[in-house]
């Protein structure tokens, strides 16, 4: 079969850690060019020498996803050194759980979550476009999630900015039909990101468990604890109980993973025995 991830030129936001991170040491082995954009410089760094040490191919550019102007020049650095970009990855993001009772204690963290994961977005696209529809072809990934299938108390600002990309994910679709292709990818819950430590009151976690919360937070427990059956983390089995990262990072590779004349709309991926109700 044609590997149709070699060889292209691929651009990806929070890349020094999480998803991006995975995706990025994914793409590269298996010899995509990429170009890699972070706010943290050294996790940046970390993921360039990592994949560089491997034999692959990247450069990073510490990058403020909600700078637009900081975006255009990610992009300009693809283009520069390799020609174009072929796939942009929109995968920095934030997740800020509150309830709208802790609007004291999490006021900020909307707002900045606003800022990475809606603007942020939105600016990945706008500077993807121009190079895009200049070449005739190109693809954009916008990593949304879950939360913005439906509202859950906890999770409104959270939830509003996935739904916000979801939008602007299948705007684009149609505006630029025969040109870019775009996909949606929507994880479930994922330990072993780093979104965790976003979490401003954890009790946000209520409305996505729905009447699986007892039960689930008795397995989060267990896990936490070392002590859960490791047969609910296989993912060889049909009750795995929680995804990891490498599962999303290999649905993101999937949907670049195609002939430019197929696109994969709108990927869900979730552990087949997880408790989240969406």
Not at 211 to 240: C, H, K, Q, S, W
């Amino acid at each position: 079969m044609a590997d149709h991830v070699a060889g292209k030129s691929i651009v990806i936001t929070g890349a020094g850690g999480g998803f991006g991170r995975l995706v990025a040491l994914k793409a590269a082995a298996r010899g995509a060019k990429v170009t890699l954009g972070d706010v943290n410089a050294e996790a940046l760094a970390a993921t360039v020498a990592e994949i560089s040490a491997a034999g692959g191919t990247a450069q990073g550019v510490a990058t403020d996803v909600t700078d637009l102007a900081a975006m255009k020049a990610l992009v300009r650095a693809a283009v520069d050194a390799h020609g174009g970009i072929d796939v942009m990855v929109n995968n920095a993001g934030v997740m800020p759980l509150a309830f709208f009772a802790d609007h004291e204690a999490a006021y900020d963290a909307w707002v900045r979550c606003i800022d990475i994961n809606f603007k942020g977005v939105l600016n990945g696209m706008v500077a993807a476009y121009d190079p895009m529809i200049a070449a005739g072809r190109g693809q954009v990934v916008n990593v949304s999630s879950i939360y913005g299938n439906f509202p859950t108390v906890g999770a409104a600002v959270y939830g509003a900015t996935k739904s916000a990309v979801n939008i602007l994910s299948e705007s684009l679709r149609l505006e630029a039909r025969g040109k870019i292709k775009v996909t949606t990818v929507k994880p479930t819950g994922v330990g072993g990101t780093g979104l965790g430590g976003t979490v401003v009151n954890m009790a946000g976690l209520a409305g996505i468990l729905g009447l699986n919360a007892g039960e689930a937070n008795e397995v989060f427990a267990a896990m936490a604890a070392g002590t859960l059956d490791p047969a609910r983390l296989d993912p060889d089995n049909i009750d795995y109980a929680n995804l990891d990262p490498q599962h999303i990072a290999d649905a993101v590779l999937y949907a670049v993973d195609q002939p430019w004349g197929v696109s994969i709309g709108e990927v869900t991926v979730r552990a087949a025995g997880d408790y989240y109700v969406l």
